[in-house]
């Protein structure tokens, strides 16, 4: 049996020892996600608190039967950790036998979040995406945009990417990133001039403080992919009719929400129908079609 002693904090360090590829992160959360379909693996809507001063916390539940883990996060946000010298999102992951309860292991969350959320978006992306989609725009330059870069990469024959946000530092790091597996990487003076003409486009602008909208829809090209993983707050709502198709993460832990991300509406369905097979991801090559979310237990448990 574990204890306080004896329990082992798997880092990032050790994580990225592991060399999990893409394909393995994205078929693990489809299996997790078709065993909710299938009552062998059950998540709680994630739970979120802003106290009012640009602090954003967050935690998510999900167990799994096989292999038998409960799986619960802990987040924080909180943009005054850039003046200290630290990540502005910081997470940690316990993991419990889901049978007796006893603790398992504590997981660095920040590799865990980054990995996960990619990784959601590379599920909607296998069936969202045009399959000859050659170029990314990211909006937003981070750590997701980073951990966005290295999915689709892997997934898709990438020749180029458009880089917009805020930090030029961040901005640069990303295009690096890009020219180190061999694409075409363009800094961008404007969000307009990053998205035209993209074929899959990545949204992962910073939730604290709280964007203005400035993304319009209208920009996307027909038979574009988007990735909205910032609650869709920095995008023009008005504008998010001119998509084709809109799939969120989760409709129960939607409905649980005080504002939804987007006019219900306009959605088509969820993550776990889309990979159910309930409905199709793309109709034709023309269609716009954009995957939002908040982020689900189960990316996390996977």
């Given at each position: 049996m574990n204890t306080a002693e004896t329990l082992p904090y798997l880092s990032s360090?050790?994580?990225d020892r592991l060399a999990i590829s893409t394909p393995e992160i994205v078929d693990e959360i489809e299996r997790q996600i078709v065993g909710q379909r299938q009552g062998e693996v059950w998540c709680a809507p994630k739970a979120a608190v802003w106290p009012g001063d640009d602090r954003y916390f967050m935690a998510t539940l999900g167990v799994a039967t096989v292999p038998s883990v409960l799986a619960t996060k802990s987040l924080v946000v909180n943009p005054r950790n850039a003046a200290r010298g630290l990540a502005t999102i910081n997470s940690l992951?316990?993991?419990?036998?889901?049978?007796?309860?006893?603790?398992?292991?504590?997981?660095?969350?920040?590799?865990?979040?980054?990995?996960?959320?990619?990784?959601?978006?590379?599920?909607?992306?296998?069936?969202?995406?045009?399959?000859?989609?050659?170029?990314?725009?990211?909006?937003?330059?981070?750590?997701?945009?980073?951990?966005?870069?290295e999915a689709f990469a892997d997934l898709f024959l990438l020749r180029e990417i458009r880089a917009f946000g805020r930090g030029k530092s961040n901005r640069d790091a990303l295009c690096e990133l890009a020219r180190s597996r061999g694409l075409q990487a363009i800094p961008c003076d404007t969000a307009r001039a990053a998205v035209e003409g993209a074929d899959m486009v990545v949204s992962t602008v910073t939730l604290v403080p709280e964007p203005e909208p400035f993304l319009d829809a209208n920009w996307l090209k027909p038979g574009?992919?988007?990735?909205?993983?910032?609650?869709?707050?920095?995008?023009?709502?008005?504008?998010?009719?001119?998509?084709?198709?809109?799939?969120?993460?989760?409709l129960e832990q939607e409905k649980k929400m005080p504002k939804p991300m987007v006019d219900p509406a306009l959605v088509t369905g969820d993550l776990t129908g889309l990979v159910c097979g309930d409905f199709a991801g793309r109709q034709g090559p023309s269609e716009a079609t954009a995957f939002v979310f908040r982020g689900m237990a189960v990316g996390d448990l996977a």
């Open positions: 360090a050790v994580l992951i316990t993991l419990l036998d889901a049978e007796t309860g006893l603790p398992l292991a504590l997981v660095d969350g920040n590799w865990v979040t980054a990995k996960r959320t990619a990784g959601l978006s590379a599920v909607a992306a296998r069936r969202m995406a045009r399959a000859d989609a050659s170029s990314v725009a990211f909006i937003g330059c981070g750590v997701q945009a980073r951990g966005h870069l574009s992919f988007t990735a909205i993983t910032d609650l869709v707050l920095p995008w023009l709502p008005e504008t998010m009719r001119h998509l084709d198709r809109i799939v969120v993460d989760d």
